[in-house]
């Protein structure tokens, strides 16, 4: 994919950005445009007060016309901070990236990021020398992600519409040190039902600081005692890389045989998922 600019479409023909987003236009913004048009002042006599009720709707379109232009598959977003506060992140991020390149590189999963540095843009670039290609970096409108790695989609006009759109679009959340914000898009995804993966060895928001949720701290159920030990202390980034591909692979098949729509004919040892065919086996 390399370097690119936020796309539009699959479609050559540009867009407008409203269409682009998905918004749609209160009567009084559409007033307002056509009397400007006209040359006549516009009037606050159509306007209607912005209530929370009408953002969420405007949210839930964004989101719904982002959906549709990412690829198809399951959706696993990358949550970190923009800086390494550990010097053992940036070798698990590493080392995390080549595992997951090999194991999805064959597969139709998606892997989606804020477009931010970091964890972000190791990751990302971890993934594509590795030769997995489906990376998307959700930016919002006007900003490039820079990483040369994986492809730029506007969603949102701002960084704040951005995030609530990007916590509402995964499927697995890794969450890899983190800062307050990202506290709160883990926070949004786990309102919104997604399972939530932090690294708490890595520390900040992942390790339980700026109130972090808390349950998405608990051993999740499918995840053995050894795995979760692995993944609360500083280990060699490899054995703690394969771990969270290993957990990441039984919840894909745990969704696959819930719902029968996630992964289609997904039946794969879990043993396998780290090897070098790994979910390009499961997630077909």
Not at 150 to 170: Q, T, W, Y
Not at 253 to 269: D, F, P, R, T
Request: aromatic fraction near 4%; proline fraction near 5%; glycine fraction near 10%.
């Amino acid at each position: 994919m390399g370097c690119h600019q936020a796309k539009a479409s699959s479609q050559s023909a540009p867009r407008d950005p409203s269409t682009l987003l998905g918004r749609v236009g209160l009567r009084s913004d559409r007033n307002e445009k056509q009397a400007n048009t006209q040359g006549e002042k516009p009037t606050s006599k159509f306007r209607r007060p912005r209530t929370r009720e009408c953002e969420e709707a405007e949210l839930q379109v964004l989101a719904k016309s982002v959906g549709e232009q990412l690829p198809a598959g399951p959706r696993i977003c990358i949550l970190g901070s923009t800086a390494f506060w550990k010097e053992s992140t940036e070798p698990l991020v590493k080392a995390l990236a080549r595992r997951l390149s090999l194991s999805l590189r064959d597969s139709n999963a998606v892997v989606l990021t804020g477009g931010m540095p970091g964890v972000q843009e190791v990751l990302a670039k971890g993934l594509q020398n590795g030769g997995f290609q489906r990376v998307v970096n959700l930016v919002h409108l006007g900003h490039e992600s820079g990483f040369c790695a994986g492809e730029d989609l506007a969603a949102g006009l701002d960084a704040v519409e951005r995030r609530k759109v990007f916590a509402s679009l995964g499927d697995v959340y890794l969450c890899i040190e983190g800062g307050a914000g990202v506290a709160e898009e883990a926070q949004a995804a786990f309102d919104n039902g997604a399972f939530i993966l932090p690294i708490p060895s890595t520390g900040g928001a992942s390790g339980g600081a700026f109130d972090f949720p808390k349950a998405a701290l608990q051993r999740p159920r499918h995840v053995s005692p050894e795995e979760w030990t692995m993944l609360e202390t500083d280990g060699h980034p490899e054995e703690a890389a394969t771990a969270i591909v290993r957990i990441l692979c039984r919840y894909l098949q745990a969704e696959a045989q819930k719902s029968g729509e996630l992964l289609q004919g997904a039946s794969v040892n879990v043993d396998e998922a780290t090897s070098e065919e790994g979910l390009s086996t499961l997630v077909c």
